[in-house]
């Protein structure tokens, strides 16, 4: 792995270098947010709650399994449990790239953890193992064209209340996999990485099976992010006796 960077920025020129990088990927979050506003609406959120909540909330799985929960009667604790569940894994991925945030002053630190997501965060990841940018500008303008075509997408849906209501069919819902495990194959060429992203994945599918729902995404964070910990100095100490 490459040295850590010593410092890091946040500027405009790191932003728009973000929004290009993720524009493509972006296309098929708008896909998924027409989806959302439509199904919002047929839960009975009105076309501004589903707007509102998308803009604000900017999570794609919690925001539809709160929907399966939406009713006259809503289970409150049930479901800030299950948001809970499905966003845990930003606890591990914010833990992961801190080494780099943390130069920045707490006010920028927080904005740009404040777009988190699953694709940016795999390119900032990558990106900083390799030594590539100190600009965490990248992380900001890729996170913000995926909350954008979110919100868009969702006021879409809202607006022509129609649209894709089965994205499996074309597809769409493998993409943001496949991108991440692109991402993987392009990182550090290090057997010792398999083994956590392993483990999370065994962890996952035994969680899928045997555990109630949504649990499946903390336990396989929590593991491979277990893992990770204890491999991660056993592999920083062979790289450094190569």
Same mark, same amino acid.
């Given at each position: ?17 973000g929004l290009k990088r993720m524009a493509p990927i972006s296309l098929f979050t708008l896909a998924f ?5 439509v199904a919002a609406l047929h839960r009975g959120l009105s076309g501004l709650e589903a707007v509102m ?22 289970? *409150?604790? @049930?479901?800030?449990? =299950? ?7 930003? $606890?591990?991925? &914010?833990? +992961? ?82 991108? *991440?495990? @692109?991402?993987?194959? =392009? ?7 398999? $083994?956590?992203? &392993?483990? +999370? ?24 992010g277990g893992v990770g910990l204890l491999v991660s100095p056993r592999s920083a100490k062979q790289e450094?006796?190569?």
């Amino acid at each position: 792995m490459s040295s850590p960077l010593p410092s890091a920025r946040l500027d405009r020129a790191g932003i728009l270098i973000g929004l290009k990088r993720m524009a493509p990927i972006s296309l098929f979050t708008l896909a998924f947010g027409l989806a959302f506003g439509v199904a919002a609406l047929h839960r009975g959120l009105s076309g501004l709650e589903a707007v509102m909540m998308s803009g604000l909330v900017f999570a794609g799985p919690a925001q539809f399994a709160v929907l399966e929960m939406w009713g006259p009667e809503i289970p *409150l604790v @049930a479901l800030i449990a =299950t948001t809970f569940a499905i966003n845990a894994r930003h $606890l591990v991925m &914010g833990a +992961a790239i801190y080494p780099w945030l943390r130069h920045l002053p707490p006010r920028q630190r927080y904005l740009s953890l404040s777009l988190l997501s699953d694709s940016n965060w795999a390119m900032a990841a990558i990106d900083y193992q390799r030594g590539d940018t100190d600009n965490v500008g990248m992380l900001v303008g890729a996170g913000l064209a995926l909350w954008l075509a979110w919100l868009i997408g969702t006021l879409l849906g809202v607006v022509f209340s129609g649209g894709i209501t089965a994205p499996e069919r074309f597809g769409l819902d493998v993409i943001m996999s496949c991108f *991440l495990m @692109a991402m993987l194959m =392009t990182g550090k060429r290090d057997l010792w990485v398999l $083994l956590p992203w &392993g483990v +999370a994945a065994l962890a996952t599918l035994a969680a899928l099976e045997w555990l109630p729902a949504n649990t499946h995404v903390i336990v396989g964070a929590l593991a491979g992010g277990g893992v990770g910990l204890l491999v991660s100095p056993r592999s920083a100490k062979q790289e450094a006796a190569s």
